[in-house]
């Protein structure tokens, strides 16, 4: 299970840190990702962590609306990803998914087909 936390409403300029927590048995997964969706929008992915270290050396991937102001960590020992977000934007208000992708799975890291597992989502506004 994947509970988003750290959304809220904040002034353009401003930034935000959102975590996702993985609850449960600390299963392996591919890359955890943050998507968004914006009222009367498709969902939109914003970035990517690769997890499968071992696998695949780790690595990052960034929608290219967000490169330079957003980052996204990993914490293994927390089983926690976070995604820090500067110089928010209006453009960047949407709510906020965290998912995660399962081992082998294959397909760009951008498209939602690739995880299968979701989060409730956490709302950022930007004013």
């Known amino acids: 299970q994947l509970v988003e936390s750290g959304g809220g409403s904040v002034q353009a300029g401003k930034s935000l840190r959102l975590s996702c927590a993985a609850s449960?048995?600390?299963?392996?997964?591919?890359?955890m990702g943050w998507f968004r969706q914006a009222p009367g929008k498709e969902r939109e992915a914003v970035a990517c962590i690769i997890t499968a270290t071992v696998t695949y050396g780790g690595g990052t991937y960034y929608a290219d609306s967000v490169k330079g102001r957003f980052t996204i960590s990993q914490d293994k020992a927390e089983n926690t990803v976070s995604l820090q977000m500067n110089s928010l934007k209006p453009e960047d208000t949407a709510m906020y998914y965290c998912?995660?992708?399962?081992?082998?799975?294959?397909?760009?890291?951008?498209?939602?087909?690739?995880?299968?597992?979701w989060g409730q989502g956490t709302q950022v506004t930007v004013s």
């Open positions: 998912a995660a992708s399962p081992p082998g799975s294959s397909g760009t890291w951008s498209s939602a087909s690739m995880y299968n597992s």
């Open positions: 449960g048995s600390k299963s392996s997964s591919l890359c």
